[in-house]
């Protein structure tokens, strides 16, 4: 998990959420945040930057685009000298409608991650900034599964990251000494996983080795077949899908029709010792046990013998400073040391 110092949810509500990332305090939609009430009012004066449509948005009223929050282009309004430093450059240029996420921020940004790596934020045009803080338990595991399969079979794992954004999984999977291929369908944000890779390898942390990687910039369906073909087999596979989206050379992406068929794919590029296969959602209908369903029929379907399989299956959420828990989506992790016949 985060250290406080690296990583924080102060307060959520009235479709928002404030958050700490290192030095800066930032104020910016969340639709999981909608229903609930602000509960520490004063916090929210001390944030350094707030994320708001260009027509302005109050950060306590729930409005139609506050409900498609992180669907919308906005922009990040600085709200102290701190929060000038990094997003001042807002103030002082539109942005295109191509507009690069690299050229965001106004100066670099980092958080360390337990140690293991370090990942590089900037503020996108639509309201995020590199990293999604729930997946850090999903790192924790990720890490003891390819830590424990290395030593179990004396060999480094092969990992495939489908859907990586900007490389958390894939960071934590490489921090335990699998060989990782990081897919992603957009061109910047495989960019901004490389150079978190980068700095972690500089962070100067003694203990830190990183094993090697693929970058790929690819649409992950076609690369999965290609795979197939080409006989590339892995030990483990993670996959972060989203609810719509565009492949790499314009190809769509539903996950209520593609989910079901990439699964069953998948299955196919699992080696014979394979180690584990973590399926997250962040879609309505698509919740832990509908995941860990999904999950089980593609082993039973693919496989013949699958008793030794053994699926743990949650909730996310995040803990707030007040100890509410803000729900943030949901996995199933299905693992064992099943062999293929």
């Not at 940004?109 to 590199?130: A, C, D, M, Q, R």
């Not at 335990?176 to 944000?189: I, K, S």
């Not at 978190?196 to 992950?220: C, H, M, T, Y």
């Not at 698509?286 to 860990?292: D, I, R, S």
Request: net charge positive.
């Amino acid at each position: 998990m985060f250290s406080k110092d690296q990583y924080s949810l102060i307060d959520f509500g009235n479709g928002r959420r404030l958050e700490r990332f290192g030095p800066l305090v930032l104020d910016r939609p969340c639709p999981g945040a909608n229903g609930f009430q602000i509960k520490n009012r004063q916090a929210w004066q001390k944030a350094d930057a707030r994320f708001e449509d260009r027509r302005g948005v109050n950060r306590f009223e729930v409005s139609k685009n506050v409900s498609n929050a992180l669907g919308f282009r906005g922009i990040w309004r600085p709200l102290t000298d701190r929060g000038e430093l990094y997003f001042g450059v807002e103030q002082k240029r539109e942005r295109s409608q191509d507009q690069d996420v690299d050229k965001v921020s106004g100066r670099p940004w980092t958080i360390s991650y337990n140690n293991k790596f370090v990942l590089e934020l900037k503020g996108s045009p639509f309201g995020h900034v590199g990293v999604f803080p729930e997946q850090a338990e999903n790192w924790d595991r990720i890490f003891d599964l390819c830590h424990n399969g290395c030593e179990r079979l004396q060999r480094p794992l092969r990992i495939l990251n489908l859907f990586g954004y900007t490389g958390g999984s894939a960071l934590a999977a490489m921090a335990a000494g699998a060989e990782t291929t990081h897919l992603d369908a957009t061109r910047n944000v495989v960019a901004q996983a490389k150079r978190n890779a980068a700095l972690s390898f500089q962070s100067g942390e003694k203990d830190l080795v990183l094993a090697p990687v693929r970058w790929i910039v690819d649409d992950a369906v076609k690369f999965v077949k290609r795979e197939i073909k080409r006989e590339r087999f892995y030990d483990g596979v993670i996959l972060d899908p989203p609810s719509y989206g565009h492949g790499a050379r314009g190809e769509v992406w539903r996950l209520s029709r593609d989910l079901k068929p990439l699964l069953d794919k998948i299955m196919k590029l699992l080696s014979g010792e394979f180690c584990f296969v973590a399926l997250s959602g962040h879609t309505p209908g698509y919740e832990a046990p509908v995941l860990e369903r999904m999950l089980r029929i593609a082993f039973q379907e693919n496989f013949t013998s699958t008793k030794d399989i053994k699926y743990h299956t949650k909730t996310l959420g995040i803990q707030s400073q007040n100890g509410s828990t803000l729900y943030s989506g949901d996995i199933s992790f299905a693992y064992g040391e099943v062999k293929r016949d």
